[in-house]
């Protein structure tokens, strides 16, 4: 039971450049976040999911996208990355209503972008 | 989910007791109150979570207030391992979710 697993865990992009960031759980969770994380800052809500082939915007959604097509995996999409998107980048999982609601977070990918 | 408020910094000697308060006020009565930790830059961890009794396990204990609109994560014995940030958050275990704010939390640092 590996938890939430995001890769890749660091990446350097150059501006203009897009990429992926995958996450995955194998909790079989309903709900999942993506988060970004600066210096100084707590963990700001980009995306999330409340299941599969849905998707929501968070507080700071501009200059990404995502996708859920498959229950387990939640996708965030930089289409031309910018130096205002290096970061520290937390994906999160949580299952649906139950007594044992836990929310489960990645070990983040640092993302640098030039 | 309701917002929670936490001061920005707290600090606390080894081997202390370390009280971070956390405040709930608009929190409804089906949304549990759990705390979590990161240190230097990780994945935040659950430490803990509760309705309205007192919690205690292994890592801390918490205290809601009888109005739940303020609880109180307690570390008993502080070590410089507890150094990190903590957040609060309230979460409704039994309706359907949507945003998860986290805010800024409390960056505890527990000194020599």
């Known amino acids: ?114 | 989910d309701a917002k929670t408020t936490q001061p920005p910094s707290m600090d606390c000697a080894e081997g202390r007791a370390a009280n971070l308060p956390c405040n709930h006020s608009t929190i409804s009565g089906n949304e549990y109150v759990y705390w979590y930790r990161q240190i230097h830059s990780q994945g935040p961890q659950y430490i803990i979570h509760g309705l309205k009794n007192n919690e205690t396990n292994e890592m801390a204990s918490l205290i809601i207030t009888e109005d739940r609109k303020s609880s109180t994560l307690i570390l008993p014995h502080a070590t410089l391992r507890d150094t990190a940030v903590y957040y609060c958050i309230a979460l409704d275990r039994g309706s359907t979710l949507g945003r998860l704010y986290f805010g800024r939390g409390t960056q505890l640092t527990v000194w020599p």
């Open chain 1, 1 to 114: 039971n590996a938890g939430v697993t995001q890769t890749p865990k660091f990446r350097v992009l150059k501006t203009g450049q897009s990429m992926t960031l995958l996450c995955a759980q194998d909790m079989n969770h309903e709900y999942m976040y993506w988060y970004r994380q600066d210096p100084g800052m707590g963990l700001r809500l980009i995306h999330y999911s409340v299941g599969e082939g849905t998707t929501a915007k968070g507080e700071v959604p501009d200059g990404y996208n995502v996708s859920r097509l498959k229950k387990q995996n939640f996708l965030l999409g930089l289409e031309s990355a910018a130096p205002s998107q290096t970061s520290v980048y937390f994906c999160a999982s949580i299952s649906g209503a139950g007594i044992e609601r836990k929310l489960f977070f990645g070990s983040g990918t640092q993302l640098s972008v030039l």
